[in-house]
């Protein structure tokens, strides 16, 4: 293989899919009530059924992002080994672990000036930064240097559509995205907000819809809306512990749109401290996000 693809755990791949597209993962750390664990896809610090079990406990978690060192450590493996890296990094919008990256390339070029390794700010999270790195690493089996790699990303990473919608207002107030109001007051109606990932990578609110099944075909309408791929395209699913919400937007899009390949993960740990269990999240490419 000509370079190395690397990403973090927020790309909420599974360990199938990682292993399919032979891709290289940095774990993200997480806390919680106070311990620090590694968010491996392959759970073997915590399973992410636990994280969600010990979050409707409410027992706290905490999110941090990994520092300079951790990138050095995990890049300079494939660095001596003579092979590139090409790292798609978590969004800058939510998250330092770009800067944290950059600031690790810069030392390792210096140690290793005949080497390569470029990052790239997917803007993306969970499974939509899962989606954009299997692009990439489709553009890597059809030949592309990793130069032209880079590029491919960089120019195609907002057509990556991230559409989501909690169960749970609260965590959303804790994150500061709403207010506390708007937190008692929405869950006493029953509001669901819908949210997506933008241009910069925040996840913002778009709207507000009342009950369950009518914010999980929102997802669906927007897909409706927006998507470009053709059918044989990829549509990923990700979700807090509701897998059978998950399975429900997967058979309206299959009814409506006709799609097929579909993937679905759990949102982990990183995302899902922050909204929480019952969220469910749609990525698939459109004309825009």
Known sequence: MSYVILTDSNCDLSPEMIKKWDIEIL?????????????YPDEREMKISDFYKYQREGKEAKTAAPNPADFVEKAEQYLKDGKDVLYIAF????SCTYLN????????MEKYPERKFLTVDSLCASMGQGLLVIL????RKEGLSIEENAKWVEDNKLNICHWFTVNDLFHLKRGGRISATSAILGSALGIKPVLHVDNEGHLIPVSKVRGRKQSLDSLVKMMEEKVTSEKSGYVFISHGDCIEDAEYVKKQIKDKLGFKNFYINFIGTSIGTHSGAGTVALFFVGSQR
């Not at 774990?27 to 968010?39: C, E, I, L, T």
């Not at 969004?91 to 939510?94: E, I, K, P």
């Open 136 to 139: 990439a690493c489709e553009k």
């Open 101 to 108: 990256a950059n600031m690790a390339a810069s030392e390792l």
């Open 27 to 39: 774990p993200m750390p997480f806390y919680v009530d106070g311990k620090q664990y590694m968010g």
């Open 91 to 94: 969004s800058s919008g939510l």
